[in-house]
Every structure is written in C-alpha cells, then in structure tokens.
C-alpha cells in the first residue's frame, strides 16, 4: 500500500459527467436539409440518405453519453456511500 489516502467524492463525480454533457446539444444538432425533394437529381438520394444515417448516429452517441454521465453519478455515489459504512464500521467515524 502506497500509504496515499483515497476517498470518493460524488461532487466530482458529477462534476465529471457535466463536463461529458457539455455541449453536447450543440454538437449533435447536425442538421442536413434533403435535396432529392421535389425534384430528384442523380446523387441527391445519397446525400439524404447521408445525411438521415449522420443524423440518426449522433443522436445513438448523444444516447450513449448520456447514459454514461448518470452511470458516472451513481458509481460516484454508491462510492461514497460505501466508503463511509466502511468508515463507521472499521473505524467508528464517518457521517450517520
């Protein structure tokens, strides 16, 4: 053992998942107009398609991230409260 104390702290913990959330509306508001309507020309079909394909992947990472945030709050939360059983329990101190 390092001799280095650690200790869980659930406001970095959310302070860590805001920083994943940030932006992250800006950045998935990718938008590309379609250009096969109403008159379709050769290409225009493809890039529509790219464009709903780049669309529909952003908003499957903006999903992911957001999970990931409320994933990283709970861990840091379920941390806290462990470290301070542990606390009360092998050393008798720590928040009731």
């Not at 493809?46 to 992947?57: F, K, N, P, T, Y």
């Amino acid at each position: 053992m390092s001799g280095e104390e650690k200790q869980s702290n659930s406001v970095a913990a959310s302070e860590e998942a805001q920083r994943i959330l940030s932006g992250l509306d800006g950045y998935c508001s990718f938008s590309m107009k379609d250009i096969s309507d109403p008159v379709p020309v050769q290409g225009s079909a493809v890039h529509d398609e790219l464009g709903s394909s780049i669309r529909s992947s952003l908003e499957s990472w903006k999903s992911l991230l957001i999970s990931d945030a409320a994933a990283i709050e709970q861990t840091g939360l379920a941390f806290n409260e462990v470290d301070g059983s542990l606390a009360r329990g092998l050393l008798g101190v720590g928040d009731e």
